[in-house]
């Protein structure tokens, strides 16, 4: 289906499944909405971590997008919403018209999701994406640089890269450094933070062949994390895996 197939059926509550694979070569996107007096501290916060939260587009006074995917409906155009309160992740949603205020502010921010059709192109599958799973996610110990009250951790998503194709995959991605660009680690889970790579912390899990190295990547998840951390009154993300895809294509932020 095309992308505006796909956003008119996320619209109708009728494709709520992760986006990973859909819409092949359009950009796919995070989403953070925060209350306006915290919006000034985040951009910054972003802009002094972009590799974990590279932000394509800012909209205010409006929830429609204007450069990635003009006049789409950024409160029933993902696939799922979570809400959080003081922190904590109170409800996952379809949509979320009943929570918009005006003095909300929406962040889209650069998704690995964009690269995968280019490392499928250059010979490495992406086990997720053939077994129609959410792509494997992470909590970690990398500390992000703080601004005011924003602070935390990075998350990174994994995908299992054939050893001798590891190279080649930090290559193709060192090309969309708006989409997290090269892997932030490489094999050696434990050494970020990781105990269990069986066990995701968000998304599902992906079998690691003997033959592949687990290779991590920044991830769009991460504001998710700080929002945790820090426990702002309120907030609302996209649901990790469940993304934005816009009319953008990848070979727009190639470079």
Not at 89 to 97: A, G, M, P, Q, S
Not at 148 to 157: E, L
Not at 228 to 248: C, N, R
């Amino acid at each position: 289906m095309n992308v505006n197939e796909l956003r008119n059926l996320i619209a109708k509550g009728e494709f709520s499944k992760p986006t990973a694979g859909y819409c092949k070569g359009h950009v796919q996107a995070n989403m953070l909405v925060i209350p306006k007096k915290y919006a000034d501290s985040f951009e910054k916060f972003a802009a002094q971590n972009a590799k974990a939260i590279p932000v394509l587009e800012i909209i205010e006074n409006s929830f429609y997008s204007k450069n990635l995917a003009p006049d789409a409906n950024l409160l029933n155009e993902l696939p799922a919403y979570n809400i959080f309160e003081n922190g904590k992740l109170i409800k996952t949603v379809n949509n979320i018209e009943e929570y918009y205020k005006e003095d909300l502010v929406f962040f889209l921010v650069g998704c690995s999701f964009t690269f995968e059709n280019a490392l499928i192109n250059d010979g490495m599958p992406l086990r997720h994406v053939d077994e129609q799973k959410n792509v494997s996610m992470y909590n970690t110990n990398i500390k992000l640089t703080p601004v005011d009250m924003f602070d935390g951790s990075m998350v990174v998503s994994m995908r299992p890269i054939k050893k001798d194709k590891v190279a080649d995959a930090c290559v193709v991605t060192s090309h969309y450094p708006n989409m997290h660009g090269t892997p932030i680690h490489i094999g050696y889970p434990e050494m970020i933070g990781i105990s269990d790579i069986n066990k995701p912390d968000y998304g599902d899990f992906v079998e690691i062949l003997e033959d592949e190295i687990p290779v991590f990547w920044p991830c769009g998840v991460t504001p998710q994390n700080v929002l945790e951390k820090i426990k702002l009154p309120f907030a609302i993300t996209h649901a990790p895996g469940h993304m934005f895809v816009s009319d953008k294509k990848d070979s727009d932020y190639y470079v």
